[in-house]
């Protein structure tokens, strides 16, 4: 089936400092979703994009849908200690509406 | 409250003992959807469903079953579970398609 290829795997990074982290694929995705998942809980979602070159914002968080509909990357500005957690990519691909494909994650830890 | 739930939280089972893991939604969402999540791979759609008496397959549907009956049920029903299918279980919901979906608080499923 369909692969994202996210990374990086894990970041430790210290309080204030920007994060960075992205979803590649080698097919087309019609639409891009990040999600943020606590200990013990279900993912959450943060951002939602759903056209080629879309920048969106929620917050700190600023996501973008790569130009070619291939990838997709997820910036965190001046991070904080409850930014702790698994962020995953998601995508939809080809004219599916129901068959969601995610990354395996980046687990970021932040030290105060 | 707008939720998600499932139960039960937490299963101990044995191989082969048929079991169902129930998943309601109180928002009148059309789309529900199960995933799995193990350590590594992210989380792996089995099931969704566009809406009541349609249901598709996702990407690790093998050894599954699924019904929707009514719009806030969706059951995940194991007719002979295995050990390989030892793994926390998430439902989830959305108002249509798979863009922007609630997730449930989670299954622990291990099967011995």
């Known amino acids: 089936g369909q692969q994202l290829n996210q990374s990086p795997q894990s970041m430790f990074i210290q309080e204030g400092e920007d994060v960075s982290m992205n979803c590649t694929s080698s097919?087309?995705?019609?639409?891009w979703l990040w999600y943020k998942q606590d200990p013990g809980e279900g993912p959450v979602l943060l951002i939602a994009?759903?056209?080629?070159?879309e920048l969106t914002s929620n917050g700190r968080l600023t996501a973008q849908f790569g130009i070619t509909r291939k990838d997709s990357f997820l910036n965190i500005s001046a991070s904080i200690p409850s930014d702790v957690g698994i962020y995953f990519c998601?995508?939809?691909?080809?004219?599916?509406?129901?068959?969601?494909?995610f990354g395996k994650g980046t687990k970021l830890s932040v030290k105060p | 409250e707008a939720q998600v739930t499932q139960n039960p939280r937490y299963l101990i089972t044995v191989t082969g003992k048929k079991l169902t893991v129930t998943c309601s939604q109180n928002?009148?969402?059309?789309?529900m959807s199960w995933y799995r999540q193990d350590p590594g791979l992210g989380l792996r759609q089995i099931y969704y469903?566009?809406?009541?008496?349609?249901?598709d397959k996702g990407d690790v549907p093998e050894g599954y079953k699924v019904s929707r009956k009514e719009k806030r049920n969706f059951p995940l029903i194991l007719e002979s579970p295995s050990p390989n299918q030892t793994s926390l279980y998430f439902c989830?919901?959305?108002?249509?398609?798979?863009?922007?979906?609630?997730f449930g608080p989670g299954t622990r499923l291990t099967v011995t």
């Open positions: 928002m009148n969402h059309e789309y």
């Open positions: 998601a995508g939809l691909y080809g004219g599916s509406q129901g068959n969601l494909i």
């Open positions: 994009l759903y056209k080629a070159g």
């Open positions: 989830a919901s959305s108002w249509a398609s798979a863009y922007e979906q609630y």
């Open positions: 469903s566009m809406n009541v008496e349609v249901t």
């Open positions: 097919s087309i995705f019609n639409t």
